[in-house]
């Protein structure tokens, strides 16, 4: 056996199609990026059709199976509409990535119901109805690969975690809940733990060079992460090198949560 064929064997994606969720910017869009270059079909799913045009013609011209699907997933009807649009691209999805989230993070004191709404809709229940959606097909078939990304305020509180490290917490329970009942059938779930990484979503943060300095200063790499940085993991984790690992938090954060 070559080392190509090797790694084939573990790591291709070849004969799957994945359905990435947030996958026109920042971590989703990087992993989206990583899954079509491994090899699978991949199916974006975001709001803003500009960005997703821009990112699935940039795989395209590599030679990559993507295309896209416009949603809004703050929705129950609006779930299960994108469920049925990406679904009926490439068929029915091996790989699940929730990566889509908000961030809306006011005082506590000044958090009202609509944010909390608003902020479990599309960071917890949407992952839970696409999961109800595809996880028994995944099962049925015998492979499945369920991929959530969380934060680090699913783990400890600071910078005002509020309802967002609420709903991230809440999504790594969902993920031990799905591997509990799939993983029996070959459906793993597990979650990928960013650090601060400069994204869309952390503009707050990011747009504050102090403040982006003293994170860096709080990993063990000396500096914050990219977008690219969850390229390997989530290559692994949607492939068959990962077979034994189910319900864990895999944390790609340069050591921030260990230091």
Same mark, same amino acid.
């Given at each position: 056996?070559? &080392?190509?064929?090797?790694?084939?064997?573990?790591?291709?994606?070849?004969?799957?199609?994945?359905?990435?969720?947030?996958?026109?910017?920042?971590?989703?869009?990087?992993?989206?990026?990583?899954?079509?270059?491994?090899?699978?079909?991949?199916?974006?799913?975001?709001?803003? %059709?500009? %960005?997703? *045009?821009?990112?699935?013609?940039?795989?395209?011209? @590599?030679?990559?199976?993507?295309?896209?699907?416009?949603?809004?997933?703050?929705?129950?009807?609006?779930?299960?509409?994108?469920?049925?649009?990406?679904?009926?691209?490439?068929?029915?999805?091996?790989?699940?990535?929730?990566?889509?989230?908000?961030?809306?993070?006011?005082?506590?004191?000044?958090?009202?119901?609509?944010?909390?709404?608003?902020?479990?809709?599309?960071?917890? @229940?949407?992952?839970?109805?696409?999961?109800?959606?595809?996880?028994?097909?995944?099962? @049925?078939?015998?492979? $499945?690969?369920?991929?959530?990304?969380?934060?680090?305020?699913?783990?400890?509180?600071?910078?005002?975690?509020?309802?967002?490290?609420?709903? =991230?917490?809440?999504? %790594?329970?969902?993920?031990?809940?799905?591997?509990?009942?799939?993983?029996?059938?070959?459906?793993?779930?597990? *979650?990928?733990?960013?650090?601060?990484?400069?994204?869309?979503?952390?503009?707050?943060?990011?747009?504050?060079?102090? =403040?982006?300095?003293?994170?860096?200063?709080?990993?063990?790499?000396?500096?914050?992460?990219?977008?690219?940085?969850?390229?390997?993991?989530?290559?692994?984790?949607? &492939?068959?090198?990962?077979?034994?690992?189910? $319900?864990?938090?895999?944390?790609?954060?340069?050591?921030? &949560?260990?230091?």
């Amino acid at each position: 056996m070559t &080392s190509q064929t090797y790694l084939s064997e573990l790591f291709s994606l070849g004969d799957r199609v994945a359905v990435v969720t947030g996958g026109s910017s920042g971590i989703g869009r990087a992993i989206a990026g990583a899954l079509a270059r491994a090899g699978a079909s991949v199916v974006v799913v975001a709001r803003r %059709e500009a %960005e997703l *045009t821009v990112t699935v013609d940039e795989l395209t011209a @590599e030679g990559c199976r993507a295309a896209w699907v416009s949603a809004d997933l703050g929705s129950r009807d609006g779930v299960r509409a994108a469920a049925d649009k990406a679904a009926g691209v490439f068929g029915e999805p091996d790989i699940l990535v929730n990566s889509a989230g908000i961030n809306l993070r006011p005082p506590m004191g000044e958090l009202g119901e609509d944010v909390w709404d608003t902020t479990m809709a599309v960071n917890l @229940e949407a992952p839970f109805l696409l999961g109800q959606r595809f996880g028994p097909g995944m099962a @049925e078939r015998g492979f $499945g690969r369920i991929i959530h990304v969380t934060s680090q305020q699913a783990h400890r509180a600071f910078v005002q975690s509020g309802a967002y490290g609420v709903s =991230k917490g809440a999504l %790594e329970s969902l993920a031990r809940s799905q591997a509990e009942a799939w993983s029996p059938y070959g459906v793993t779930c597990n *979650t990928l733990v960013p650090g601060f990484v400069m994204t869309p979503l952390n503009e707050r943060l990011s747009s504050d060079p102090e =403040k982006v300095a003293a994170l860096a200063a709080r990993t063990m790499v000396g500096r914050n992460g990219l977008a690219d940085d969850f390229a390997g993991a989530a290559v692994f984790l949607a &492939s068959r090198a990962s077979a034994y690992v189910t $319900g864990q938090a895999l944390f790609v954060d340069g050591g921030l &949560s260990v230091h």
